[in-house]
């Protein structure tokens, strides 16, 4: 490692080889590009100075059936008018004399990196210049862009933190995947992208069947081209959807031995379930846009920001407590649906613990967000061996014994 600079957006480190590098590219969401590192300086004089100087460093470029480019890229600011003349004079100075200049499709893009700190910065602290090996991923978040997506829900897992979760878990190719909280797909379609096989439960009747109210602002209910299998077809992957199961994922006996390489969960918890989420966003601008003007206290304090990923209700399959005014009917009606009953958050993550434990091959791997106050953490668990007979998950302290989540988040703070 040369340097790990935090602060900054850009890393150098040493690596065996250019391959080992196009590994990471292929999967990362949050590496932009990576570079061969050829020289940095403080100014475009001693840049200049040291290319003139290193012509032995461009001799395996300069061939004839090698064309170039040279381009500019600014780090922490936008790019600068004159980037176009700079390029150029710098395409210029380079000693490649055999090689042709290629802007679309060269075989060597070299590239000045400059390094602003701050923004409102007129020159950059720092530049590096190199040759490009390859860019990241972060393609993929407009790919499946959920405004794009033929089927979304009201908490459909924002595409970045589904890749990077799915990278988190080792997700590879010929894997087979599980969601236990399947909901539309979010985070079975990056498992799938990579070339994993993936199949879901999913206890909602609406959301497993795409029938009901739709969750964008333009439609009121759902069309018959809306489904889990359609967002497949949609990015061609349907291939490696097997199925969605219309199940309660509490029941592990749905399960006969282990065969799963992974366990994704994504499991959200309620604060309302109606109206919603595009309504309930529209009336927090307005409120924010309001308070802006009267209280901006309240607004640096995000005091509006709606926290993602405990919107809808726990609920397991089960005997809801039985009131005295209740009518019982006299026979069983010809369709039958489960009731279901609250699922209070510990007993949620114990049992998916438990179906992971059961289900996981050795050295399968189970990721799961887990909300903490206003915000949420990825935990990552590899399983090491197959469980003991009677042997469960367990905790040491129930921390919500005199609460749920929903009403130790948002309850009142006690004046002082």
């Not at 890393?11 to 080992?20: G, P, Q, R, T």
């Not at 909602?204 to 964008?216: E, F, L, P, V």
Request: aromatic letters at 12%.
């Amino acid at each position: 490692m040369l340097s790990m600079r935090f602060q900054q957006h850009i890393f150098s480190v040493e690596i065996a080889s250019e391959d080992h590098v196009r590994k990471i590219l292929s999967r990362s969401m949050l590496l932009k590009a990576a570079y061969f590192y050829m020289f940095s300086a403080s100014s475009y004089e001693e840049l200049c100075k040291e290319v003139t100087e290193h012509v032995e460093a461009f001799k395996v470029f300069d061939c004839a059936d090698q064309s170039f480019s040279v381009n500019v890229r600014s780090i922490g600011r936008k790019k600068g008018v004159n980037c176009l003349g700079v390029a150029e004079k710098f395409a210029s100075i380079l000693p490649l004399f055999t090689s042709p200049v290629d802007l679309k499709t060269p075989h060597n893009a070299f590239y000045i990196l400059e390094e602003f700190p701050n923004a409102c910065d007129s020159e950059p602290q720092r530049l590096f210049f190199g040759r490009l090996i390859g860019d990241g991923q972060s393609k993929l978040k407009s790919l499946y862009d959920i405004k794009t997506r033929r089927y979304i829900g009201n908490t459909t897992m924002d595409p970045e933190l589904a890749f990077i979760q799915i990278n988190i878990t080792s997700v590879t190719a010929d894997d087979l995947v599980l969601d236990p909280f399947m909901g539309t797909g979010g985070l079975l379609l990056p498992a799938a992208e990579f070339g994993a096989y993936t199949m879901g439960t999913e206890i909602n009747y609406q959301i497993a069947k795409a029938t009901g109210k739709s969750s964008r602002h333009d439609m009121l209910t759902r069309s018959k081209e809306e489904s889990v299998k359609a967002n497949f077809e949609q990015y061609g992957t349907e291939r490696y959807y097997l199925c969605g199961l219309l199940a309660d994922a509490c029941w592990h006996n749905l399960w006969a031995r282990p065969v799963f390489n992974a366990v994704v969960a994504d499991r959200t918890y309620r604060i309302n379930m109606f109206p919603p989420l595009w309504v309930e966003m529209k009336f927090l601008r307005i409120i924010a846009s309001f308070a802006s003007r009267f209280c901006p206290d309240m607004v640096q304090s995000k005091m509006f920001t709606a926290p993602y990923g405990i919107r809808e209700k726990g609920r397991k399959i089960g005997k809801k407590p039985r009131k005295e005014q209740w009518i019982s009917n006299g026979s069983e009606h010809e369709y039958h649906f489960p009731e279901k009953q609250p699922y209070s958050l510990e007993k949620t993550f114990t049992d998916l613990c438990d179906l992971a434990a059961k289900i996981l091959v050795v050295g399968g791997k189970l990721s799961f967000w887990f909300p903490v106050i206003r915000e949420r953490r990825l935990l990552v668990y590899r399983k090491h061996r197959e469980p003991e007979p009677g042997e469960h998950s367990w905790y040491p302290a129930n921390h919500y014994e005199n609460g749920t989540f929903r009403d130790i988040t948002f309850a009142p703070k006690q004046m002082s």
